[in-house]
């Protein structure tokens, strides 16, 4: 069974679990790719508890600003009205053990379920994205036409990892300063930009079709190689931190500043030890519900 998903049978849900400014990046830069490879914003929603009160450049963006989380249930079911084959669902924000602040991991996956969409593919990029991990989506007895999920994440039971957009391949450009984007996320839109701009590299398995298991896989290796590679450039920077803290107590210590200014900057030499220390100790292993089903999918835009 092969289903093709297409810019005439998806709807698209970008979700910010957060307040932060950097969350809301994230969408902003799906939203571009999304756009780039023509899908209508009138299908491209973008929920926000927060921010667009401060920040009215955002809502002018999309065209569906939802600003309360909690009224998905009731975009879910207005969908019904407007049948779409195809959810996509992206969330961006901090994750906590029970999914997130503003649903279960369970009530949140039987909220799309209203949606009926046939299909729904579910891309968790928040911290401990694994809550969602062993969530059950098959169908009960009394659904007959229940919504098949695939569901992608950026990290089991672990913190997910962020670094400065500007230290990654970003393949549209927003008018933003270098915000902390996270890996995953970045590169999952990446991977559905190249689905339309560089077939054969979006095509990870060569079979000709650029399915959602692709996208788990360009994702999840682009992901970890940046990782690794941050970890490196953090070890050095330990090691080098490390060796200079003595002189530089020495230095703070001898210096004319005051015994509260002295506890200030020694804490700050400590806080950025400890900063490294936190990030090289960090795992981040994505993994993929459903893979069968993803293998399935294939998105053609």
């Known amino acids: 069974m092969n289903k093709e998903i297409n810019i005439g049978n998806s709807v698209w849900f970008l979700i910010a679990e957060s307040s932060e400014p950097r969350h809301i990046f994230d969408l902003i830069y799906a939203y571009k790719i999304l756009y780039q490879i023509g899908i209508d914003k009138k299908k ?12 009215e450049s955002f809502s002018n963006i999309f065209d569906h600003t939802i600003s309360n989380i909690k009224d998905l249930e009731n975009i879910c ?4 009205l407007n049948f779409q084959e195809n959810l996509f669902v992206a969330v961006s924000g901090h994750g906590n053990e029970q999914g997130f602040s503003s649903f279960k991991s369970l009530s949140f996956i039987n909220i799309l379920k209203q949606s009926e969409a046939k299909y729904c593919c ?6 401990y994205a694994g809550i969602f991990h062993y969530i059950d989506t098959q169908k009960n007895k009394e659904e007959i036409n229940c919504t098949k999920f ?5 990290t089991n039971l672990n913190m997910s990892i962020s670094v400065l957009s500007d230290n990654l391949d970003l393949f549209t450009p927003i008018n933003s300063d270098p915000w902390s984007a996270n890996i995953f996320f970045i590169n999952i839109f990446n991977w559905l930009s190249l689905t339309k701009s560089n077939f054969s590299h979006a095509d990870i398995d060569g079979d000709n079709f650029a399915s959602l298991l692709d996208c788990y896989r360009y994702a999840g290796v682009l992901s970890n ?10 070890i050095l920077d330990l090691l080098s931190l490390y060796n200079q803290i003595p ?10 500043l005051t015994l509260q200014e002295k506890n200030f900057h020694i804490n700050i030499l400590y806080y950025n030890l400890n900063s490294l220390t936190n990030f090289i100790s960090l795992h981040q292993e994505p993994w993929i519900l459903n893979a069968n089903l993803a293998r399935d999918l294939h998105l053609n835009f």
Do not use: P
């Open 44 to 55: 491209i929603y973008l929920f926000s508890d927060t921010f667009f009160d401060s920040n």
């Open 77 to 80: 079911n207005k969908l019904k």
């Open 122 to 127: 579910c891309i968790f990029t928040q911290c």
């Open 225 to 234: 190689k940046k990782f690794e590679e941050y970890k490196s450039k953090n």
């Open 247 to 256: 002189a530089s107590i020495n230095n703070i210590l001898s210096s004319s």
């Open 150 to 154: 695939v569901v992608l994440g950026s």
